[in-house]
């Protein structure tokens, strides 16, 4: 049984409120459709993620193992981005 474990699931409703604050900041009015290809490929982009990492890690198909080490390693390079490490 597959399952989408919660930090990539949460992804999506981030996913949304970015995408509503980018459409506010330009003033731009998207129709349904076009919101909802944005996100789709943004959660597409997500579960590639997921994937790629767990194999990387030699844990294919472990979303949960994907989810929390690309999660970790995107805090990790922001936090290195902005000189707190």
Not at 47 to 58: L, S, V
Request: proline share 2%; net charge negative; charged share 25%.
């Amino acid at each position: 049984m597959r399952f989408a474990p919660g930090k990539a699931a949460n992804a999506g409703g981030v996913a949304v409120s970015g995408l509503e604050m980018q459409q506010n900041a330009s003033r731009d009015t998207w129709t349904f459709g076009e919101s909802e290809q944005r996100l789709r490929e943004i959660m597409r982009d997500v579960h590639d993620r997921c994937w790629a990492t767990a194999e990387e890690f030699g844990l294919p198909g472990d979303y949960v193992a994907g989810a929390n080490i690309q999660g970790f390693r995107r805090v990790a390079e922001a936090m290195l981005a902005h000189g707190l490490v």
